[in-house]
């Protein structure tokens, strides 16, 4: 009864005018955002990030939170349409996505994608709404120890499921998590890693640090790169929604339909991907790439068309994006249960909860419940109107699309600068901004993940707050708090996984000097 | 010819920048740490916990990563994994269209007006959006004026309404 009350009172709450403005714009934006060659809803999220400074703890949220599932959709929309995800989470999504619009069936793919993005959507925040408050009350009973295990193995699977080199993550999220301790510690009002200089006294400003290492680094990516996406004029000539056509409006409404039936003819696939979605979603670090990638492998091995994925199929294209999409919603159930962040755009939305002096964690849904079921109900909404945004926006994709890098990265490199002035109003932050880009860029350039960073700079207070908790609750032992049997069970894990992703790598390497020979 | 020429002999300065830049960044990633922890040692107990954990852990991980890449990178290239081989192709921009020259020009002519951004900024940032969008627009090769003109006004207003209106901002940059 008292949940039911708490559930009226957040629903009371997401329905003011302001809310549900938040919800319309975050769509909007993350939509158009994902849209737009080369950027995603990190991107979308990050260059909002600001905005949210002057705001109420709900609205913010829920405007971040928002932009995510219709950041991921828009991003799909590219993968369709000219092959080109605009995330990395709708990587599949290309696999069948693309070949569909070749064939001239490019809108019946925007429908399905449509549709499946939903659904996997809906039942994901459903799961958040089941899940993440027992999920909470078993979580309050938790030590801090394990909690620390829990973050810790949440970094150890950021840097598995990371692309590229293992041992560059771990020093990247090594990184992130000392640019953390940066300015004067909590502890005792000691001054760490400050070097004398007074603007790092308070720590590093979350707002520039994440601004600068996505949102310049990716514009100084892009003028790097080079090009346009719609280079690959085969797949976009071909396909009728490219093509003038005085009815072509009403002819891709009709696709568009055509594309929702056809999902909602399949809901076993579309269940089977939600539910790995929300599974993988539920892993800390994971998130919708693997979602996407784990989905669409036991799709194709377990349907009876499997052989068709990668050619057009429809199944394939439900596989990829009920997955990735259920994923994003999932990924707030560790994040605001926890406190610990199930992937970058969580981690940002816990970024955001820092700032406004909201405990995360287990005690949110004790504390401040209205607005822990807000973000969700929030969210269910968010996915609604998505529906209709997608729908009535489908005329306007091609426009979007073809957008020069030229336009977007001035516009990057302009609404950064303005991001971290906005932060503090110093100026100082904005040259903060473009130091972070710079070293976002190197970064990228060689490697190094800067996703990794700002997991470890978001992770490393709580890391931190719960490791000296679990140290003083240990009597000052530090051995005591890793070799518990829970969090040794947790990091145990964590470490055999790290361990055989190591072998597996090894074992790539003798495959490849053994064909060399 | 030339410009085949051109984009191959980018391609092969860009490799061998990503070769030595990985060898060269992971000494100094080792080297960082080690400092850190030379500076950590500085802070009394409870504080240093923490990032004393972290750093031998980084320590560790940035042995390895120079052990790995000597290795990889300069002595034995064909012991690469192949997950490295997929971001170095992904990172050093295999897929462009421009040449290395080049690329790094479209990078300056951000970076200058950038620096005129921060300049006109001085007196007024929303203003200076205009002056400084057209121009590195501009630069980087966008000549259509109707194309100009609508993403010039769209992010004007887009700066103006949320910047000016919402957030407030000061007109100084500084």
Same mark, same amino acid.
């Given at each position: 009864m008292a949940t039911a009350n708490i559930l009226l009172d957040a629903l009371a709450q997401v329905l003011t005018p302001e809310v549900m403005l938040m919800v319309f714009v975050g769509v909007v934006f993350g939509f158009i955002i994902g849209v737009i060659p080369g950027l995603g809803p990190v991107i979308g999220i990050v260059l909002l990030?600001?905005?949210?400074?002057?705001?109420?703890p709900l609205p913010a949220v829920v405007l971040l939170a928002s932009v995510y599932p219709a950041g991921v959709y828009g991003g799909s929309v590219t993968a369709v349409l000219i092959n080109t995800p605009g995330d990395p989470s709708s990587t599949v999504t290309t696999f069948d996505g693309y070949p569909m619009t070749k064939r001239g069936d490019g809108v019946l793919a925007l429908g399905v994608t449509l549709a499946s993005s939903i659904i996997g959507g809906v039942l994901s925040v459903l799961a958040l709404l089941l899940i993440a408050p027992p999920f909470a009350r078993i979580a309050l009973q938790i030590g801090p120890s394990i909690v620390f295990a829990i973050g810790l193995a949440g970094v150890v699977i950021l840097v598995i499921v990371s692309r590229g080199s293992m041992l560059k993550g771990l020093v990247a999220s090594a990184f992130g998590l000392l640019l953390s301790v940066v300015g004067y510690s909590s502890f005792r009002g000691v001054e760490r890693?400050?070097?004398?200089?007074d603007y790092l006294e308070q720590g590093i400003p979350m707002i520039p640090l994440i601004v600068g290492l996505f949102a310049i680094s990716e514009a100084m990516m892009l003028l790097y790169q080079g090009g346009s996406i719609e280079e690959d004029k085969e797949g976009s000539e071909r396909s009728p929604e490219t093509s003038p056509d005085k009815n072509i409006l009403r002819r891709r409404l009709q696709d568009m339909n055509r594309g929702i039936l056809e999902t909602l003819r399949r809901p076993a696939s579309v269940l089977r991907s939600s539910s790995i979605g929300i599974a993988i979603g539920l892993v800390p670090g994971a998130g919708s790439i693997v979602a996407n990638f784990v989905s669409y492998y036991v799709g194709r091995t377990f349907s009876?068309?499997?052989?068709?994925?990668?050619?057009?199929a429809i199944e394939g294209l439900i596989a990829a994006e009920s997955s990735n999409n259920a994923a994003t919603a999932a990924t707030l159930i560790p994040t605001l249960v926890l406190g610990v962040p199930g992937g970058i755009a969580a981690a940002i939305l816990l970024g955001v909860l820092q700032l406004k002096n909201i405990r995360v964690g287990p005690q949110l849904f004790v504390e401040t419940p209205e607005l822990a079921y807000g973000v969700v109900l929030a969210l269910l909404f968010a996915n609604i109107v998505m529906l209709f945004v997608g729908y009535s926006l489908s005329s306007l994709i091609k426009n979007i699309v073809e957008i020069r890098v030229e336009i977007i990265a001035p516009m990057i490199v302009i609404l950064a600068i303005l991001g971290g002035f906005a932060n503090n109003f110093s100026g100082i932050d904005s040259i903060a901004v473009i130091i972070f880009g710079i070293l976002g860029f190197a970064m990228r350039k060689l490697g190094y993940s800067p996703i990794s960073v700002v997991f470890g700079f978001i992770l490393g207070p709580i890391l931190e707050t719960y490791y000296l908790r679990a140290v003083q609750a240990a009597g000052g032992d530090q051995l005591a708090v890793i070799f518990a049997p829970i969090p040794a069970t947790i990091i145990g894990v964590a470490g055999l996984v790290l361990v055989y992703q190591l072998i597996s790598e090894v074992k790539d390497i003798r495959r490849r000097v053994n064909i060399g020979n | 010819m030339s410009t085949t020429t051109d984009k191959r002999r980018s391609e092969a300065v860009e490799s061998r920048l990503f070769r030595y830049g990985s060898v060269v960044s992971a000494i100094v990633s080792l080297g960082v740490l080690l400092y850190l922890r030379e500076l950590s040692m +500085?802070? =009394?107990r409870t504080p240093r916990i923490f990032p004393s954990v972290v750093i031998h852990i980084g320590i560790v991980a940035a042995a390895g990563l120079v052990i790995k890449e000597v290795s990889t990178?300069?002595?034995?290239?064909?012991?690469?994994a192949s997950t490295d081989d997929e971001v170095m192709k992904h990172l050093t921009g295999? +897929?462009? =269209?421009?040449?290395l020259p080049e690329r790094i020009k479209r990078l300056a002519m951000m970076g200058l007006w950038t620096a005129v951004f921060f300049a006109l900024g001085s007196f007024n940032i929303l203003l200076a959006v205009i002056p400084c969008y057209i121009g590195a627009a501009y630069s980087l090769g966008v000549r259509d004026r109707k194309t100009l003109l609508l993403s010039t006004v769209t992010l004007f207003a887009f700066v103006y309404v949320v910047f000016g209106i919402l957030i407030r901002i000061p007109l100084r940059l500084f």
């Open positions: 990030f600001p905005l949210t400074i002057a705001m109420d890693f400050t070097f004398g200089v009876k068309r499997g052989d068709e994925f990668g050619t057009g | +500085a802070f =009394s990178r300069l002595l034995k290239p064909d012991l690469l295999a +897929a462009s =269209s421009f040449t």
